[in-house]
């Protein structure tokens, strides 16, 4: 615990540094004709290349958004794979634009390190995961007392686990990793009883385990785990560019606004709807965040929105079929809830 806070001050002190050295992104961006972004190494349904090596997920089409609501091409974007351990220091250096890579949004992410988190892309908390043909009758995380559990160091994952098992008296023996990759294979491999990560994590770990079916996820979920986008501190204009894309991907969304009828919506008279996709003549909010009146045409052009990206790529549509539940719409019962574009 000492080594993990004392790293934490050394990367805060960083932060500080970068994060006022980070003022004209934007500008930055426009230069070099692209948009880095920090994405997770392979986490299926965020941020994993597929079989011919193109990325795909949640986090890298929040990217290819930001990307084209700055360029107007939802493909002026690279991508670097980040781990846990060299995400933050990625972030606070420059070497990427944005982190957009299953982070948990904290007070001391927030502060110390430098950052600013631009909203909540995915709602999520900390579960387990067993495979049950080891462990039958295994029905509950309070019943893990003794088990060896693997963990990712560096980790809010690895605190919490901590927690837990302190505050329900419980013994347990980390298996602890620094790659996300060893800790899949190593669970895979029986080498601890139980796996722990973001719920949605597990959804993925699961799929490439090689007995999908023997593995069940716990139903105890341990922490609030609100993953999203951050950018570094001291620029407040990227920061509301990146901020404003979440909000209209969510926006748009509530008023219908899809991939297939973006075209068709720049008729409506809907005052709302106008103001979003640049139509009413007095418009002026992408000026106002130094792009084009038409950004949010061109974010839903390239990537849908965010219920689009959500279906496709954790939810019905994709392998994981997770439900929306908390990630629907604040309309349909969910906390997602975009600011109003006026």
């Known amino acids: 615990m000492k080594k993990i806070f004392t790293g934490v001050l050394a990367l805060g002190a960083l932060g500080a540094a970068a994060g006022v050295a980070s003022a004209g992104t934007l500008d930055d961006v426009k230069a070099k004709g692209f948009i880095q972004c920090g994405v997770n190494t392979s986490l299926s349904g965020f941020s994993a290349p597929d079989d011919k090596g193109e990325w795909k997920g949640l986090d890298v089409d929040f990217c290819r958004a930001v990307a084209a609501a700055v360029?107007?091409?939802g493909t002026k974007v690279k991508f670097t794979p980040l781990s846990a351990k060299d995400r933050f220091t990625a972030l606070q250096s420059g070497e990427v634009d944005i982190l957009s890579r299953n982070t948990t949004w904290t007070i001391n992410r927030d502060t110390a390190l430098g950052f600013n988190f631009a909203g909540v892309t995915y709602y999520d908390g900390q579960g387990f995961m067993i495979n049950s043909k080891k462990l039958p009758g295994i029905n509950?995380?309070?019943?893990?007392?003794?088990?060896s559990i693997c963990v990712q160091s560096g980790t809010t994952t690895e605190l919490n686990l901590a927690d837990y098992f302190s505050a329900n008296k419980m013994e347990y023996n980390p298996v602890v990793f620094e790659k996300f990759e060893e800790a899949n294979a190593a669970y895979d491999a029986g080498r601890c009883d139980a796996y722990t990560t973001d719920q949605s994590g597990l959804y993925s770990v699961r799929l490439q385990t090689s007995s999908p079916d023997d593995h069940v996820v716990l139903p105890e979920i341990i922490s609030k785990e609100p993953l999203g986008p951050a950018v570094r501190q001291g620029d407040d204009q990227w920061f509301?560019?990146?901020?404003?894309?979440?909000y209209a991907l969510l926006d748009t969304e509530e008023a219908g606004i899809t991939q297939a009828n973006v075209e068709e919506m720049k008729n409506s008279a809907n005052p709302d709807i106008k103001r979003m996709l640049g139509t009413e003549a007095e418009t002026k909010i992408g000026t106002d965040l130094g792009l084009g009146n038409d950004w949010v045409v061109n974010i839903i052009k390239a990537t849908g929105n965010y219920g689009e990206i959500f279906e496709r790529n954790v939810g019905s549509g994709s392998p994981l079929k997770i439900a929306r539940g908390i990630n629907a719409l604040w309309t349909k019962g969910g906390l997602q809830y975009g600011m109003p574009i006026r």
């Open 240 to 246: 509301d560019i990146v901020k404003w894309t979440y």
């Open 71 to 73: 360029f107007g091409d």
């Open 140 to 147: 509950s995380a309070l019943q893990l007392s003794g088990a």
